[in-house]
């Protein structure tokens, strides 16, 4: 069973620039959850999502930062007009019900 | 908004001897699980605990969960320059729309020297 997959893994971007980050759960998996771990500090909870719905997003920025799990297709977390303070790196964990979470390998974004 | 304080942030120790890392809330957690992170990969998932009071082992490490949901111990036995990483709690928010939602700890790196 292949794990948690993001891409890119590495993601360099200028400051006004969009960033796309992609995750694909574990097979089986139907919900996603994505953190934000900033240099420094802990893992921080971003967003919740189940296929089509988003269940909590209590963890978003407001503004610029919108996440979705289509029926068909990876997770994406979308960042737009990225700013220096957006550098981190974000990791997407999948869990096919509640109490597991398994986590993929992270997309480390750096905002130059 | 629910915290978990985490504690040591550092241990460095010998190999052989033993130790235990701390997490502790005011909070109550649906579930609590234990997570090894290497540098540069995500955190793998150790072991969760569901029940307070409850006890499970993974050869040298044991992992309990406080009776009241609030708190809870990795104990490492005999550690190994293996063992050499940032091992994190975290917590699963109980109930409501919050369902699945994981709080970390701030994590303690830990050193295992041969």
């Known amino acids: 069973n292949a794990g948690v997959m993001q891409n890119p893994r590495h993601l360099v971007r200028r400051r006004g620039q969009e960033a796309r980050l992609r995750c694909s759960p574990m097979?089986?998996?139907?919900?996603v959850y994505w953190y934000r771990q900033l240099p420094e500090e802990g893992l921080k909870f971003m967003v919740y999502?189940?296929?089509?719905?988003?269940?909590?997003e209590s963890g978003m920025p407001k503004e610029r930062f919108s996440a979705e799990f289509p029926k068909e297709g990876p997770s994406i977390l979308r960042i737009q007009q990225v700013v220096r303070g957006d550098s981190a790196a974000y990791f997407c964990?999948?869990?096919?019900?509640?109490?597991?979470?398994?986590f993929g390998p992270g997309t480390r974004l750096t905002v130059t | 908004t629910q915290l978990l304080e985490q504690s040591p942030q550092f241990l460095s120790i010998q190999e052989g001897e033993n130790l235990t890392v701390y997490c502790n809330s005011s909070?109550?957690?649906?579930?609590l699980q234990w997570y090894r992170q290497e540098p540069g990969e995500g955190p793998v998932l150790l072991v969760t605990?569901?029940?307070?009071?409850e006890v499970k082992k993974l050869k040298r490490l044991t992992f309990q969960f406080g009776d009241a949901r609030k708190d809870s111990s990795l104990h490492i036995t005999a550690a190994q320059p293996g063992d050499t990483g940032l091992y994190l709690c975290?917590?699963?928010?109980?109930?409501?729309?919050?369902?699945?939602?994981?709080?970390f700890g701030q994590g303690t790196i830990l050193t295992v020297h041969p």
């Open positions: 909070s109550v957690f649906s579930s």
């Open positions: 975290a917590g699963e928010t109980a109930g409501g729309t919050s369902y699945g939602k994981l709080t």
């Open positions: 999502l189940q296929k089509e719905n988003i269940i909590d």
């Open positions: 605990v569901v029940t307070g009071g």
């Open positions: 097979k089986g998996h139907s919900h």
């Open positions: 964990a999948s869990s096919p019900y509640q109490y597991e979470q398994y």
